[in-house]
C-alpha cells in the first residue's frame, strides 16, 4: 500500500507582504508620483511666498519628476534589485522626455484654437480682403492660393521624385549616376526655403522680366522643396518591398517595367502616400519664397499664370505685420488663418491614411 504526502499548501502574500515579494505593487509608483508632485509643490509654495514672482509651474513639475526619479530607482533597488531599477529608471526617463516633447505641441496647439477661433465663422471663409479696412473681411482668396499653389507644386513634384526614386532603387542601383543623384538630392534637403524662392524667381525672371509675380511661381518653389522629401521617402519605402517579390514576377516572364508599376508600387503605395503628404506638409506653411514668387494680394485670383496670388501663410504674415485700426482684428484674422492652415494639414494627414489603408496590399484571404 502506497502512502502520497498531500499536496503542499500554498499561501498566496497578502497586500502587506507586497513589498517583500520582490516586486514593487502596481500602487506604489503612483504613489511616489504623486508624493513627488505634492512635495515640490510645498517646496515651490514657501519660494513663491518668500519672493515676489509667481509660482514656476516648469520648475516644480522638472523638479517633481527628478524627485520621482530617484525615488522609484533607490526604492527599487532595494526591493527588486539593480536590474529591474534601471528598466525603471529608463522607463521613467523615456516618458519624462515624450511629457517634454508633448509641451511645445500641445502649448501650440491650444494658444492657435484660442485665438483663432473668435474669427473662425462664414463671413471669414466665403470673403477676401478686398476693399476692406479694419474689421469685417476673410481669408477666403488666400485659402483658394493655398490650394493652388501647393496643388501645382504637388502636381510638379510627385510624378519626377517618385521617378527619380525608382531610378535609384530599380534601376541604378551601385552606378555612379545614382550615387551623384542621392548626394545631390540629400544637399537639396537642407537647402534653406528663401534659396528655392530666389531660385524660382531668377528663373522667371529671365524670361518675364524683373519683378514678375506668378502663383506658378511659388509652385516651382514649393516643388524644388517638395522633390528632395519625396525621393528620400519613396527610395526608403522602396527598398522595404522583398526582393522575393520582384524575383516571382520575373520568373513568370513579366517585364521589369511591369513589375515596378504591377507588383513593387502597389506594395509600398502606403509608405509613399505617407512621405507625399509629408512633403506637402513640409512646404504648406512656407511664407519667405511665396513672398518673392507669388507676392500678396486682397483680391480673388483662380489663375496661376496671371498676376499676383495670396496664400494663408502670407496671409497670417500681412495681417500680424501690417496691423491697422484696430489692431485687435487684424490678429484675429491672422491667428483663425494659422487655424485654418493647420485643419487643412490635417485633413492632408487623414486623407493619407485612408488611402494608405485602401490601397495597402491586402494580406489576409
Known amino acids: 500500500m502506497t502512502i502520497t504526502a498531500p499536496p503542499p499548501v500554498r499561501i498566496a502574500p497578502t497586500a502587506s507582504d507586497s513589498l517583500r515579494s520582490g516586486r514593487l505593487a502596481r500602487w506604489v509608483p503612483w504613489t511616489l508620483l504623486a508624493a513627488s508632485v505634492i512635495a515640490m509643490l510645498g517646496v515651490f509654495l514657501v519660494i513663491e511666498g518668500a519672493g515676489t514672482d509667481g509660482l514656476n509651474y516648469a520648475g516644480w513639475l522638472v523638479s517633481s519628476a527628478v524627485v520621482y526619479l530617484v525615488l522609484i530607482f533607490v526604492i527599487s533597488t532595494i526591493v527588486e534589485g539593480r536590474r529591474k531599477a534601471t528598466d525603471r529608471l529608463i522607463t521613467g526617463v523615456v516618458t519624462s522626455a515624450f511629457l517634454i516633447a508633448m509641451v511645445p505641441l500641445v502649448s501650440v496647439a491650444w494658444t492657435v484654437v484660442a485665438n483663432g477661433i473668435a474669427r473662425f465663422d462664414f463671413l471669414f471663409f466665403s470673403s477676401s480682403m478686398r476693399n476692406v479696412v479694419g474689421e469685417g473681411g476673410g481669408a477666403l482668396h488666400a485659402i483658394v492660393g493655398t490650394v493652388l499653389i501647393t496643388g501645382a507644386a504637388a502636381i510638379i513634384s510627385i510624378p519626377i521624385g517618385l521617378m ?78 522583398p526582393n522575393e517579390l520582384r524575383e516571382a514576377a520575373y520568373a513568370l516572364g513579366v517585364p521589369k517595367w511591369l513589375t515596378v508599376v504591377k507588383v513593387v508600387l ?31 494680394t486682397d483680391s480673388m485670383n483662380y489663375n496661376l499664370f496671371d498676376g499676383r496670388m495670396q496664400t494663408l501663410p502670407v496671409f497670417t504674415y500681412t495681417q500680424y505685420a501690417n496691423q491697422g485700426i484696430p489692431p485687435e482684428v487684424y490678429t484675429d484674422r491672422a491667428w483663425a488663418a494659422a487655424l485654418t492652415l493647420i485643419v487643412i494639414v490635417m485633413v492632408l494627414n487623414l486623407l493619407a491614411r485612408v488611402i494608405a489603408k485602401v490601397f495597402s496590399p491586402k494580406t489576409g484571404r
Not at 266 to 295: D, K, Y
Request: hydrophobic content about 60%; overall charge positive.
Open 164 to 241: 527619380t526614386a525608382i531610378y535609384l532603387v530599380e534601376y541604378g542601383a551601385g552606378k555612379r549616376l545614382a550615387r551623384g543623384i542621392t548626394f545631390l538630392v540629400d544637399v537639396m534637403t537642407g537647402i534653406p526655403s528663401i534659396v528655392a524662392g530666389l531660385f524660382a524667381y531668377a528663373l522667371f525672371a529671365i524670361f518675364f522680366g524683373p519683378g514678375i509675380r506668378l502663383g506658378i511661381m511659388g509652385a516651382v518653389a514649393l516643388a524644388v522643396l517638395m522633390i528632395p522629401v519625396v525621393v528620400r521617402s519613396s527610395e526608403e519605402m522602396l527598398r522595404l518591398v
Open 266 to 296: 502597389p506594395t509600398a503605395i502606403a509608405g509613399i502616400t505617407t512621405g507625399i503628404m509629408l512633403s506637402i506638409s513640409r512646404v504648406i506653411g512656407e511664407t519667405a519664397p511665396l513672398l518673392i514668387t507669388a507676392g500678396f
